[in-house]
T-cell receptor, first 113, second 114 residues
Framework: GNSVTQMEGPVTLSEEAFLTINCTYTATGYPSLFWYVQYPGEGLQLLLKATKADDKGSNKGFEATYRKETTSFHLEKGSVQVSDSAVYFCALSFSGGYNKLIFGAGTRLAVHP | DVKVTQSSRYLVKRTGEKVFLECVQDMDHENMFWYRQDPGLGLRLIYFSYDVKMKEKGDIPEGYSVSREKKERFSLILESASTNQTSMYLC?????????????FGPGTRLTVL
C-alpha cells in the first residue's frame, strides 16, 4: 500500500542551526509530495510541494527535493528560527482523484534561542 | 484567502452522546475532508465529500457518519461517542485549478470523550 515514514521527533535545535527532517515514501505509481506545518494551536498549512521527480519545492527558506530513486522528500532549512518551532508533516497524494492525502506521523521541531 | 472554520476549538462529551462537529468553507470548494490526528499516527482520513450530498468513506470511518446538505458546510457526526474517539479533528477543503491542487485546513476541534 501507500505510506509515508518520517523521522521521529522531537528534533531540538539552537537558532541558526541547519535542519533536516527525513521523509521516505512507499507508493504504487508517481505521487505528488507535500510538507505541511502545524504551529501550536493551529491547523495545518501547506509549506511546500513537488509534483514530479527531481522537482524542488521551496518556501520560507525551507526546501525539499523529490527523489524518485531513493523515494525520499527530505525537508531542509539552512538556518532555523525560534518561530519555526512546530510540527511538520510529510504527505503524498495522487492526482486525478480526490487528492486523498496520506500523512506521515509528524515530526515536532523545537528551536531554542 | 481561503478560510476554513470549525464550530468549536474544544469539546467535552460523555460516552454515548451524539456529537456534531461542523466545518464551513467560504470558497465554493467541491471537495471537503474530515481527518483525525493522534500522536504518533499523523492524520487519518475519516470521510470525504466530493459534492453536496455525496460522500465517501476514508480509511477509518467506523463509528462516524457525515452530512453535506450545503456546499459550504460539512458535518462530522459521532452517533454514540466512545472514549477511543477522543482526538483532534481536522477539516479540510480542497482548491483545484489549472495550476493548483491544495487542501486547506481548519484550526481543529479537540474532542474529549469521558
Amino acid at each position: 500500500g501507500n505510506s509515508v515514514t518520517q523521522m521521529e521527533g522531537p528534533v531540538t535545535l539552537s537558532e541558526e542551526a541547519f535542519l533536516t527532517i527525513n521523509c521516505t515514501y512507499t507508493a504504487t505509481g508517481y505521487p505528488s509530495l507535500f510538507w505541511y506545518v502545524q504551529y501550536p494551536g493551529e491547523g495545518l498549512q501547506l509549506l511546500l510541494k513537488a509534483t514530479k521527480a527531481d522537482d524542488k519545492g521551496s518556501n520560507k527558506g525551507f526546501e525539499a527535493t523529490y527523489r524518485k530513486e531513493t523515494t525520499s522528500f527530505h525537508l531542509e532549512k539552512g538556518s532555523v528560527q525560534v518561530s519555526d518551532s512546530a510540527v511538520y508533516f510529510c504527505a503524498l497524494s495522487f492526482s486525478g482523484g480526490y487528492n486523498k492525502l496520506i500523512f506521515g506521523a509528524g515530526t515536532r521541531l523545537a528551536v531554542h534561542p | 484567502d481561503v478560510k476554513v472554520t470549525q464550530s468549536s476549538r474544544y469539546l467535552v462529551k460523555r460516552t454515548g452522546e451524539k456529537v456534531f462537529l461542523e466545518c464551513v468553507q467560504d470558497m465554493d470548494h467541491e471537495n471537503m475532508f474530515w481527518y483525525r490526528q493522534d500522536p504518533g499516527l499523523g492524520l487519518r482520513l475519516i470521510y470525504f465529500s466530493y459534492d453536496v450530498k455525496m460522500k465517501e468513506k476514508g480509511d477509518i470511518p467506523e463509528g462516524y457518519s457525515v452530512s453535506r446538505e450545503k456546499k459550504e458546510r460539512f458535518s462530522l457526526i459521532l452517533e454514540s461517542a466512545s472514549t477511543n474517539q477522543t482526538s483532534m479533528y481536522l477539516c479540510a477543503s480542497r482548491q483545484t485549478g489549472a495550476y493548483t491542487d491544495t487542501q486547506y485546513f481548519g484550526p481543529g476541534t479537540r474532542l474529549t470523550v469521558l
